[in-house]
């Protein structure tokens, strides 16, 4: 978060956290523990500034969110949430609120690393994923027929 350069890809946790710091960011272990997304495949560190506990497209989602929580603790870490949503409709399933000082990028990354969040959510419907699917399906389709 907040980053404005390209951190390359193949480095260690600890050498990408540190990437991002150096890079002025604030470090987010974003869905560790979810199957097919996961590029940390749960490896976080304790420099990491926050841990996303709860997302709501995760699978399994009580897993991730359990493993997640055991990880926050264990590493004193702040907890997020997000949605990671690419469908409108699914928007709003999981969400953090912040208390930051002022409306404004610095105000919320200095909100995440004091503390000063709360993350809230629950799983995206299983109905909502498969119309996503579906409807990226129907664009990979459009896009052959029209090349």
């Given at each position: 978060?907040?980053?404005?350069?390209?951190?390359?890809?193949?480095l260690t946790a600890p050498e990408t956290v540190e990437r991002i710091h150096k890079a002025g960011g604030v470090a987010?272990?974003?869905?560790?523990?979810?199957?097919?997304?996961?590029?940390?495949?749960?490896?976080?560190?304790?420099?990491?500034?926050a841990v996303e506990l709860i997302?709501?497209?995760a699978f399994p989602f009580k897993r991730s969110v359990l493993k997640a929580e055991e990880t926050a603790k264990r590493l004193g870490l702040v907890r997020v949430a997000g949605t990671d949503s690419h469908y409108g409709p699914m928007i709003g399933y999981a969400y953090t609120e912040i208390e930051a000082s002022a409306a404004s990028v610095e105000a919320v990354c200095n909100a995440i690393v004091d503390g000063r969040c709360h993350p809230f959510g629950q799983a995206v419907p299983a109905i909502l994923n498969l119309e996503f699917e579906y409807h990226r399906i129907e664009r990979m389709i459009k896009k052959r027929v029209h090349t």
């Open positions: 978060m907040n980053v404005r350069e390209l951190i390359p890809r193949g987010i272990a974003c869905h560790p523990y979810v199957y097919f997304k996961g590029a940390l495949k749960g490896n976080v560190c304790s420099t990491f500034d997302n709501s497209r």
